[in-house]
């Protein structure tokens, strides 16, 4: 059932149009997906498995760097390195059943009824919590040009807490004429994957959604509600939403920092964080919640490395009682976690100097180019940091990951005449490691340094290696 709204001028050209009746089930059969990333494609491929709906389109700007994308997903093939269980399977079923089509046609964007938004919103500059909304911003403009009226828009990218009811809202309306809450549903429903549980994550996670207006969180709801097989649909405003996709990263980094800064603290004081977490972790028992995430090398990713800063860049949209000339607690934990490689370094170093030799005599084999293990995702990689401090020494190195494309070669060969191994990332192949490849290593004492916590010290210090490892400072 519609209801027919007054006139409007459109680009000059006076039109009437239809919208949905408030609260009524909306009429959802065609979808389009915004962006083609590890948000992006599992969604589409989760929405077009539904048969409720007749097509799902999924839009990708023929970019140089994702422009070949669309070639791939239209063949059936999964661009997205890693294990991801069910996604190449899923895929290649829509694909095969014409129920996905990937494309760089933005005016098909006309026959959606639902458009959901996966763009990515890094910062331009961290310390002046300036965010890069130029792809979000081109992505909204191509939505605004061709929405039709009644559609339902939803950002699932993680945004600054105001940002679906200022900036979104303000690019769609203006390029489209239309009134976001009116002629138009508009909400904030945010992705809550992880990279080797996509598919898992997007069915069976708790979803946050929240609309503009009652009308926007009640159309959303219902679309989001079509593709839970375990999870629950958690309704409120689209800022609080924001606040919540936001905060929970916020939160788990500073739960990262806070183990880091002990792990820091364990090496100092010469004992084994790992035992300290041990006991911390046994304490149970009603209201007590104190179980320890671990420390490592470094954060990665889109989403750990930038959502403390968005969410700190949305106080500004209110005078926040906070202690005078105290720098934020969420922010000291992003420097923490930052920090981190540049202290395997120093590991590394202190390492070296046991040896008595200098850089110039020095090859290192980095283990690991992603930041989660067996995964190909590699966006904001610690390694990247540490790869810098190689360079600015002049110290020689090789890179191995076996998800990365032009690393994943021969892991022996890159050990070999190597003097120093670097575990970054804790792929399953590195868990196999055994100390007998001391033979194909140079020098009488090879260095390992572990910031992963996934080999056996007291196996490679027996062997005749020189150990490091992250809070392990009983080995160290």
């Not at 809550?192 to 996509?198: F, W």
């Not at 806070?258 to 009603?286: P, R, T």
Request: glycine share 8%; aromatic share 8%.
């Amino acid at each position: 059932m519609f209801i027919l709204l007054k006139n409007k001028f459109v680009c000059g050209v006076k039109i009437a149009y239809k919208i949905r009746c408030r609260g009524e089930k909306m009429i959802i059969k065609t979808i389009g997906v915004v962006g083609m990333g590890y948000v992006g494609i599992p969604a589409a491929v989760i929405f077009a498995s539904n048969p409720d709906y007749n097509k799902v389109y999924g839009f990708q700007r023929e970019s140089k760097e994702s422009g070949y994308k669309i070639d791939m997903l239209n063949r059936g093939e999964n661009p997205l390195k890693g294990n991801e269980p069910d996604l190449a399977d899923l895929l290649k079923d829509v694909v095969d059943n014409k129920k996905f089509e990937c494309t760089s046609d933005f005016s098909k964007i006309s026959e959606c009824d639902a458009i959901t938004i996966s763009i990515q919103t890094p910062f331009l500059n961290k310390d002046d919590l300036i965010p890069d909304f130029s792809a979000l911003y081109d992505g909204l403009v191509n939505i605004g040009k061709y929405l039709s009226a009644g559609s339902l828009v939803v950002l699932e990218s993680t945004v600054t807490p105001g940002t679906t009811i200022g900036f979104v809202k303000d690019v769609i309306e203006k390029e489209s004429g239309l009134v976001a809450g009116q002629d138009f549903a508009l909400a904030h429903a945010p992705e809550r994957v992880m990279a080797g549980h996509l598919v898992e994550n997007i069915r069976n996670h708790d979803r946050i959604v929240g609309g503009i207006n009652e009308w926007s969180t009640h159309v959303a709801v219902q679309l989001y509600s079509s593709i839970l097989v375990k999870g629950k649909i958690i309704p409120m405003s689209a800022t609080a939403a924001e606040v919540t996709k936001t905060a929970e990263n916020t939160f788990r980094d500073l739960q990262i920092a806070a183990s880091n800064e002990l792990a820091l603290y364990c090496e100092a004081m010469k004992i084994n964080f790992y035992d300290v977490k041990k006991g911390i972790d046994s304490l149970k028992g009603e209201g007590i919640t104190r179980a320890m995430l671990n420390p490592g090398a470094g954060v990665g990713g889109h989403c750990l490395t930038k959502d403390t800063y968005h969410l700190e860049r949305g106080t500004q949209m209110g005078i926040v009682d906070y202690p005078v000339a105290t720098p934020s607690i969420y922010v000291v934990a992003r420097k923490v976690n930052d920090f981190m490689p540049t202290h395997m370094f120093n590991l590394m170093m202190d390492a070296i100097n046991k040896l008595d030799c200098v850089p110039e005599q020095i090859t290192v084999a980095i283990l690991g180019w992603s930041f989660l293990p067996n995964s190909g995702d590699t966006r904001n990689s610690p390694s990247e940091q540490f790869e810098a401090l190689l360079i600015e020494n002049n110290i020689l190195y090789k890179i191995h990951d076996p998800y990365v494309n032009g690393m994943d070669g021969n892991l022996y060969e890159i050990i070999s005449d190597s003097n120093i191994i670097v575990i970054f990332t804790a792929h399953n192949e590195y868990k196999l490691l055994d100390p007998v490849i001391k033979i194909i290593m140079r020098g009488n004492h090879p260095i390992i340094i572990d910031g992963r916590n996934i080999i056996d010290p007291d196996l490679f210090i027996k062997y005749g290696f020189i150990y490091k490892g992250i809070g392990r400072g009983d080995k160290n």
